[in-house]
């Protein structure tokens, strides 16, 4: 077996991994990368595309941003459709000042990569059967396997970035982890095609046949969601299908302006909120997905991906300049107090925004008055936007 050693060991190259990786050589802290997918793969997968101004700002801090900078769509509010009618939430005027970034995961992760690539930092790709030990004690090491041998990483900090299906979660002991979990009983079908946005801000749409959301990667790509039964198969859902579908959950005038062709992506997603506590175990600290998921009603499985990391490396880096390890221990009661606002914000625009199957007559006009009175008063809309924007940072000591 042969023996690598870094500063901090990292699995998993999706946002959380490759950001957290970034800000931490910028810094001159070392890293070494584990991921198991291959890069083309890591780099072809579509997902999130709305990031909070934190998650701009922190982006920018890394240095990864000229490009986001450049080509990104800034967006001042986002629509809601009730039933055919249309409400703006002004993000900017309600938040005084703020807004946020539409911009594509995939690009996200493919300015990451490339900024890692250039500073000569190492990610390992395809390496499989990662295994982190001894992470209770001051040297824990990570093994695995790649291009056929067998390697033993030691390092001072495991970052478990490995999103919901990694490893990292599951090197904790099942008693040492606290879980709490909602599945909810739809699904996200998702059309990616290269035609012009319906509509320059995002519209979140309910409608008796279920929810539906337009948004967007740039000018020329739209990004297409529609509530489905959470056992839909795909193949159910011819592109014609999906259009028509589409335009009978949007109101009459925004539908007629609808320009559809053929997806270039198309898929389900179930729909879930799920957070661990604690976030950490001895020297092993979970970031992103690996912690917690949330429904993407409200944006913020990516934003809170990159709290997450801010966190860890303000922390390591008062850890490593000061000497500051008393601050190691407050990492995930830090996370969670974010963490809990944005899954209750996400379970929330679940909720209001979503036709539930099992629900009675009575929590159907609760959500529909709850609903309305958010948007009809000035403070409901003002608690909307000032979550959607995302909540602050903490700041770390
Ligand atoms: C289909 C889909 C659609 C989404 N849409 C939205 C959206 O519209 N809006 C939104 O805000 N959020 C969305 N999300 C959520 C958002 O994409 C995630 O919150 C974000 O990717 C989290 O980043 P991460 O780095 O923590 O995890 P991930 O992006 O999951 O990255 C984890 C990485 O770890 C690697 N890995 C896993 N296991 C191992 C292992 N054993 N060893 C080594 N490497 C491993 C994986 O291959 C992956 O590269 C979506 C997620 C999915 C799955």
Redesign the pocket.
């Known amino acids: 077996m042969k023996t690598l050693k870094t500063q901090v060991a990292i ?7 490759l950001l957290l990786g970034q800000l931490l050589h910028n810094a001159g802290i070392q890293t070494l990368i ?4 291959s890069a083309d793969y ?1 780099q072809g997968r579509i ?4 990031l909070e101004q934190g998650m701009v700002d922190l982006l920018r801090e890394a240095g990864v941003s000229r490009r986001m900078d450049a080509e990104g769509l800034v967006h001042d509010g986002f629509e809601l459709a009730l039933d055919g009618e249309l409400t703006h939430i002004d993000l900017k005027t309600l938040t005084g000042g703020q807004s946020v970034m539409i911009y594509g ?1 995939t690009e996200v992760t493919r300015d990451l990569m490339a900024a890692r690539a250039a500073a000569g930092a190492v990610t390992l790709y395809e ?1 499989s059967n ?1 295994q982190a030990h001894d992470l209770k004690t001051e040297r824990p090491w990570v093994t695995f396997e790649h291009q056929g041998e067998t390697f033993r990483l030691e390092c001072d900090y495991v970052a478990g ?7 990292a979660r599951q090197s904790i002991p099942a008693e040492s982890l606290s879980v709490f979990e909602r599945v909810y009983p739809f699904g996200w079908l998702g059309i990616l095609a290269d035609t012009p946005p319906i509509h320059a801000e995002l519209v979140y749409a309910k409608h008796a046949r279920g929810f539906a959301l337009c948004s967007m990667r740039s000018k020329t790509r739209s990004r297409y969601y529609l509530q489905v039964p959470v056992d839909e198969s795909l193949e159910a859902w011819p592109d014609e299908r999906f259009w028509d579908e589409l335009k009978t959950r949007l109101p009459g005038p925004l539908a007629q302006r609808l320009v559809t062709g053929p997806s270039i992506e198309k ?1 389900i ?1 179930p729909l879930r909120s799920f957070v661990v506590e604690p976030m950490q175990y001895g020297r092993l600290f979970l ?4 912690a917690h998921i949330v429904p ?1 009603t409200g ?7 990159a709290s997450d990391v801010s966190t860890l490396y303000r922390i390591l880096l008062k850890v490593y300049r000061e000497g500051r390890v008393d601050l190691l221990e407050k990492y995930s009661a830090i996370c969670l107090r974010r963490v809990w606002k944005a899954e209750r914000f996400s379970w929330w625009m679940t909720s209001m925004l979503h036709q539930f199957p099992e629900a009675d007559g009575f929590s159907q006009r609760i959500a529909q008055s709850e609903l309305e009175y958010f948007i009809h008063s000035q403070a409901g809309r003002q608690t909307i936007a000032e979550n959607y924007v995302g909540l602050p940072y903490e700041a770390i000591e």
């Open positions: 699995i998993g190259a999706g946002p959380s991994g584990l991921e198991r997918q890591v997902r999130a595309g709305v995961q390496a990662v970035c490995d999103g919901f299906h990694g490893v898929s997603a970031l992103g997905d690996a993407p944006a913020k499985g990516l934003n809170l991906a």
